[in-house]
């Protein structure tokens, strides 16, 4: 028999690019496209022995951030929001079955400081992303949805 088991969380990765568009100092529009690689996976037990089987391999991940900026000498403190829509590149091998892995929209939300170094600009932020699809194609996990939190670091010249 097939038995549901738990959700396993694992830390990924993510490499990407983005643009910054300041419309005025106080907002800035930031496309933004990414490849993340998801590592975390849900354990199933087949035949009183488990398997793990993961949703969300790897995307691409076309976003559209809004900014909120305010200023504080060379820093800027930010607040991001904005859709993420997630293309998934791979299909899922779980053992008996392959399952199609399925697009995510979500939405994203975050903090950030832009600081305003000598030579370069470097903003850490921190971004929470809630996924509105069902990635879930199995039955025995009626629902699942990939939310993630992530630490970004951006370097721009």
């Known amino acids: 028999g097939l038995d549901a088991g738990g959700i396993k969380n694992k830390m990924g990765y993510r490499l990407g690019l983005t643009m910054d568009r300041e419309i005025n100092s106080q907002f800035t529009l930031a496309p933004k496209i990414d490849l993340a690689v998801n590592r975390g996976y849900l354990d199933a037990k087949?035949?009183?022995e488990f398997a793990a089987?993961?949703?969300?391999g790897a995307?691409?991940?076309?976003?559209?951030?809004g900014t909120l900026n305010t200023s504080c000498n060379n820093d800027r403190l930010y607040i991001l929001f904005g859709p993420n829509f997630r293309y998934a590149l791979?299909?899922?091998d779980f053992s008996i079955v392959e399952i199609n892995t399925p697009n995510d929209f979500?939405?994203?939300?975050?903090?950030g400081m832009r600081n305003n170094l000598k030579s370069f600009t470097f903003a850490p932020e921190?971004?929470?992303t809630i996924g509105?699809?069902?990635i879930s194609q199995m039955a025995m996990w009626q629902r699942v949805y990939n939310h993630t939190i992530s630490?970004?670091?951006s370097f721009k010249g």
Not at 53 to 56: A, D, F, H, S
Not at 59 to 65: K, P, S, Y
Not at 106 to 111: R, T, V, W
């Open 46 to 48: 087949v035949d009183g």
């Open 53 to 56: 089987y993961t949703p969300v």
């Open 59 to 65: 995307t691409i991940d076309f976003m559209l951030h």
């Open 90 to 92: 791979e299909n899922t």
């Open 106 to 111: 979500a939405l994203d939300f975050g903090i």
């Open 126 to 128: 921190l971004r929470y």
């Open 132 to 134: 509105t699809t069902n």
């Open 151 to 153: 630490l970004i670091f």
